[in-house]
Each structure stands twice: as structure tokens, then as C-alpha cells.
């Protein structure tokens, strides 16, 4: 969990470094251990600060998925009430472990989102991590975290979302492949 915090703290400073991502992308982080817990709601980037993470005994990865869905569903809900347009909401599952909970419903939930572009939903599979759920959960192929790589994987990301928001509404951006820090299965 360590080398996990640190990559969040490379991920907050990465995104803060470009003035427009750090207005333009929103941050949410639902962790999911003993428990489901929202540790940090919607946030600009600028204000985002990098909670701490703790292991947990357990991986209700279908409860954390189906709140994530929940957060994303209700930022968009807030944008549409005020006319805002947005981007595609990105959700990135990062797990170590394969379902202690029920989590069939909660892929259908994120392949029916997927289908309809209602979001882009990317899992990473770090050390021993379940690829073969994970591949069932999302349509895109899981990637596995090469070692404990996690500030790699993190400013691939801020990297990625830094792309898209200097991008129109709407327009595909090409992103570079998450390479150095993942191995695809």
C-alpha cells in the first residue's frame, strides 16, 4: 500500500502541474477493503489531495464498482441539471485480488455503461489479482501492474487525463500505450 500511496501522491502533483487539467479534471477515489468507502467525493484537481489507503482484510469489488457507478451517474446528473458539458467519466479499478462479493451484477452494469459510452472503465490487476474476472468485468483487456509500479501507471494517467482535457467535448484523443508500467496478459 505503500508504493500504492505514493503513486497517488505522483498522480495529485502530476495533475496540478498543467493549469487546464488541473481545472478540468474532477477526481473521485472509492476504496474497497473492509468496506466500501467514498474517501474522496468529486474534486477539481487542483483541490484534489491524495487520501491514504489502507490494506483490507476482503475485496468487495462489486459494491465499490456499483458505488463508483453511483458517483459518476450522479456528477453527470449535476452537469446535465446545469447545462455543463462534460467529458467521458474514466473509472480505473486497481485491485490485488479477485471478488469477496457478488460482482456479476455490477459487470453488467459497467459492459451496459460501456456499450452506451456512458463511461470508459480500465482495471489493472496488481501482483496476484484475478485477470480472469477482471476480463469479465470490463470489455477492455485488464492490464497487470508490472511489479509495483504504481507511480508509473499513476502519471500514465495524469498524463492521459491531461490529453483529454486540453481536447473538445466529445473529440477522440489518441493516448499513449500504458507501457513501462503494465504487461498485458
Do not use: C
Request: hydrophobic share 40%; net charge neutral; glycine share 8%.
Amino acid at each position: 500500500m505503500d508504493q500504492m500511496n505514493k503513486g497517488l501522491v505522483a498522480f495529485q502533483q502530476e495533475l496540478q502541474r498543467d493549469d487546464l487539467a488541473a481545472l478540468r479534471v474532477e477526481v473521485a477515489v472509492v476504496s474497497f477493503g473492509n468496506g466500501v468507502k467514498v474517501e474522496q467525493e468529486f474534486i477539481t484537481a487542483n483541490a484534489f489531495t491524495e487520501p491514504t489507503l489502507r490494506a483490507g482484510g476482503n475485496t468487495p469489488m462489486g459494491a465499490a464498482i456499483n458505488q463508483g457507478l453511483e458517483l459518476v451517474r450522479k456528477r453527470k446528473e449535476t452537469y446535465k441539471q446545469h447545462g455543463v458539458p462534460y467529458y467521458r467519466p474514466w473509472i480505473f479499478l486497481i485491485t490485488d485480488g479477485a471478488p469477496t462479493d457478488e460482482w456479476r451484477s455490477a459487470a453488467q452494469r459497467v459492459q451496459a455503461e460501456e456499450a452506451g459510452k456512458a463511461v470508459a472503465f480500465f482495471a489493472v490487476g496488481v501482483q496476484k489479482a484475478d485477470l480472469k474476472v477482471l476480463s469479465q468485468i470490463t470489455p477492455r483487456q485488464p492490464l497487470q501492474l508490472q511489479g509495483l509500479k504504481f507511480s508509473d501507471m499513476f502519471v500514465w494517467l495524469s498524463q492521459s487525463l491531461t490529453t483529454v482535457s486540453h481536447s473538445q467535448v466529445g473529440e477522440q484523443v489518441p493516448l499513449k500505450a500504458p507501457t513501462g508500467w503494465s504487461v498485458i496478459e
